[in-house]
């Protein structure tokens, strides 16, 4: 008779840390919410949080191809007449280099609550100085 197994939620959480310098976007975009949904686990659960935590360092030195660097915007919008604000990706590389990456992972994240709290496991840095060291991350070399 076969059994299913089912997956419980691990008491032990694992570091990982990835350097973005010169990296594509999307493609290490991608790659992250995977690793942070635990697809890379052969013990993966939808539903369960693997507790994976993961640092980004130098995500001022992201990369994007052809002409996004001055195309590609970001808006906001507050509800009144005349409150939508526009930014370039240009504009936010020099001033706020982390929300780049927080937007773009966020919306590969799954909606709801297990996004929200995998959410709160990744930290995002624009050097490569972060104070997760007593963690011991593992370093990812992402191609």
Known sequence: ???????????????YIIDAKDKNLGRLSSR??????????N???????????????????????????????????????????VKTFNYCLSRKPNMILEKSIKGMLPKGILGKQLFTQL??????????????PEVITLI
């Open 123 to 136: 930290k995002i840095y624009p050097d490569t100085e972060h104070p997760h060291k007593p963690q011991k």
């Open 43 to 85: 013990l993966y659960t939808p539903y369960i949080n693997n507790k994976i935590y993961i640092i980004i360092i130098n995500s001022k030195s992201i990369k994007v191809t052809g002409k996004k660097v001055f195309q590609k915007t970001y808006k906001r919008y507050s509800g009144y007449p005349g409150g939508l604000r």
């Open 32 to 41: 992250i919410a995977k690793l942070l949904k635990g697809k890379n686990s």
């Open 1 to 15: 008779m076969n059994k299913t197994y089912i997956a419980q939620q691990p008491n032990y959480s694992k570091w």
